[in-house]
């Protein structure tokens, strides 16, 4: 009897204990690249495309909750992580707009200017494209969630998505030829997040797209972190020119 008292406490305490892991463990890589980004008052090497991949593949993993309910410990990390995306944008808008040297010229959502597509100077209208975003979704969850194959192609648009999370800070150290501004620390938990998390999907016997996907998105990670290899260098000039300047 106190044998089994003893494993029914061990398992809830071990399931607890795994359900705010999977709650707070993907924002953690996100709090080293915040201070990183308060301490050096530079925003230009973190890619607030990140933030975009993000706050709609979350988004997406809400409404197909709707659909198909799943473990409630995924929902509430879907809605962390929108929180912790939002305050990364606001961090990077506040920090860009002072060290603007020439004021530019404010660029909103409602001026409806694709060039300026998630480059906008104020964080308002961040929140207003994802909240139409949010609602245009939510409307066609609920025209279409009796419809088996909608609700599960949402669902794998969320996790596609997601895998694609890297891709954006990539293309911005490609362009830029450096990783100056990029936390290392952030990129580096990314990759033993991805690691554990796809282990988790093939000992689970997940679905395909689960595996494939988390195997992108380890190999995405380790390519960015071959950057920082690649253009040490650079990164290394970059640093003393912001150091100067302060």
Known sequence: MNDNYEQLTVKDVTSYVASLTIIFGGIIPYIPQYREIKRKRDAEGFSLYVCLTLLIANTLRILFWFGKHYETPLLIQSIIMIITMFTMIKLSVNVHNKSQIIKLKERVFTDLETRFFWKWTDFQSYLDFMLLFAIMGGILMYWFIDVPIFVEIVGFLAVLIEAMLGIPQFLRNFYNKSTSGMSITMVSMWTMGDIFKTCYFILRD??????????????????ILT???IYEKNSSIHSQVIARVD
């Open 206 to 223: 997940a679905p395909v797209q689960f595996k494939v996907c988390g195997a992108l998105q380890i190999l995405i990670d380790i390519a």
């Open 227 to 229: 950057q920082v290899y």
